[in-house]
């Protein structure tokens, strides 16, 4: 097991959904969601979570289609993994973020959060949903 406080990342195009999790204890918590498309932005308030969380890893998401096949969003999420273990030279894990959206909408409502307020978090606790996938089977971390 991994130790020390990791960041896991619901990657987009637009927006990038984050979560801290604790893997020595198993828990894990939406943090924020990154509203920007500009690389420096996103990668700044990156680096504002990791100093403030003493981070030493990251768990991103790998989107695919149902089937395991890879598509456009797939490469761009191993690039955003390459570019977090270049930048900040710490290990990285992919993981399957099949269904993530869909827990993620379920824990809302169950938490009885509807409408544009779940818009708000759906990113996050996606990023939450990685993560908590993450601590069942954590692989091996990208090379």
Do not use: C
Request: proline share 4%.
């Amino acid at each position: 097991m991994h130790k020390g406080s990791v960041l896991g990342f619901d990657f987009g195009e637009k927006r990038i959904g984050v979560a801290l999790g604790e893997p020595e204890v198993g828990i894990a918590t939406p943090l924020e969601t990154i509203n920007s498309e500009v690389n420096d932005v996103r990668f700044a308030a990156i680096g504002k979570l990791v100093n403030e969380w003493r981070i030493t890893g990251f768990v991103v998401g790998l989107p695919t289609h149902m089937d395991g096949s890879e598509h456009q969003l797939t490469a761009l999420s191993r690039k955003f993994a390459q570019r977090l273990k270049g930048r900040f030279n710490l290990p990285v894990w992919l993981v399957d973020e099949r269904l993530t959206s869909v827990i993620a909408e379920g824990l809302l409502e169950d938490a009885g959060v509807y409408g544009r307020r779940q818009k708000e978090m759906l990113d996050q606790v996606a990023a939450q949903a990685i993560l908590m996938g993450w601590f069942e089977q954590p692989g091996e971390p990208i090379a």
